[in-house]
């Protein structure tokens, strides 16, 4: 977790120097400039093994994975603003604040370990980012209540073994509290099916789930411009 720090500062110390570049077309600005992130918007939607309706704002290739492993695995935080607007604008149906005061978005979180490693819960941070730009609280609800195994290089039944009953959700303060799912990558929807699972068996009604990219390649729906 030191480590992991030292990692983020001299990241931070190294764009104060430099300045950022955008990370597809290498001009000088925010580390992904809008006229690069708006091409990459993809919104489209994938099926949980459960039967969640999960809708993605992008496809994880390219820039996308590019930015999502670098703000992930090697600290470059800033990437949250840009991979936060992704989000936001896969919230469903649009307009996540239709839904009214008692609505809030509920990240997938990350493991202790992942945490400890990486020093934030980077889905929690991406929450923040889509909460603000939508007008909804991002609320830390769900929690691993028991460990679990690395998801790479498991099959599809295996993850949901994995993580089947691991997750478990604080009760909603209020009746029919509303929660938005939210996650940064989709691959095969057993962590979000648990983390649904979690909501509703403590007392939330799941209106919707989304993250910033799904990994398979599926016909997108018509194109919209959702970035805020």
Known sequence: MKHRGVVQ?????????VGRRCLTCDRVGPPWCDRCLRSVVDIHTRQ?????????????????????VAYKEHGHLAL??????????????????A????????????TRAATRMRGNDHACRLARQAGALSGVSAVKALRWASPISDQAGLSASERRLNV?????????????SVALVVDDIMTTGATLDEGTRALTSAGWVVASVSVVAGVDDRRALAPRDPLR
């Open 164 to 176: 089947a009953g691991a997750m478990v959700a604080k009760p909603p303060r209020a009746t029919s």
């Open 80 to 97: 949250a603003v840009p991979l936060g607007r992704l989000l936001a604008g896969a919230l469903a149906p649009g307009r996540p604040s």
């Open 9 to 17: 500062l001299a990241n931070s110390l190294w764009d104060l120097a």
């Open 99 to 110: 839904f009214g005061a008692r609505t809030a978005i509920v990240p997938i979180p990350s």
């Open 48 to 68: 949980t093994p459960g039967g969640a309706r999960v809708v993605a704002a992008a496809r994880y290739s390219g820039s996308v994975r590019t930015a999502v």
